[in-house]
């Protein structure tokens, strides 16, 4: 079993949301909305997009990498931890 099982309805919850923030986008185009106004709603699905990413991400380095909760590799687990805030920060 995949560990995105285990966040299952969590990650599909962003999904969603990614979905109806698409859909906000493309009724403002069709109401031909002011620019400035469908750049902060593609900035939104934007941040959204990239929360999606880090949570990925983050599992995948804990599961497939290394985990740096239960690494005895101080070295290791300092690396992952902060490859993973690495991540937040940059993505966010």
């Known amino acids: 079993m995949a560990h995105t099982i285990k966040n299952k309805s969590k990650l599909l919850a962003r999904v969603r949301r990614l979905k109806g923030q698409a859909e906000a986008v493309e009724r403002a ?3 031909e909305r002011d620019c400035a106004d469908v750049l902060m709603l593609v900035a939104s699905m934007r941040g959204a997009i990239n929360g999606l ?3 990925l991400m983050e599992d995948h380095i804990r599961h497939h990498v290394v985990n740096p909760d239960s690494e005895r590799d101080e070295t290791r687990a ?3 931890a902060e490859l993973i805030e690495v991540l ?3 993505l966010k």
Request: no cysteine; hydrophobic share 25%; aromatic share 8%.
């Open 78 to 80: 300092k690396g992952a």
């Open 88 to 90: 937040r920060t940059y």
């Open 29 to 31: 185009l069709e109401e």
């Open 53 to 55: 990413t880090v949570e």
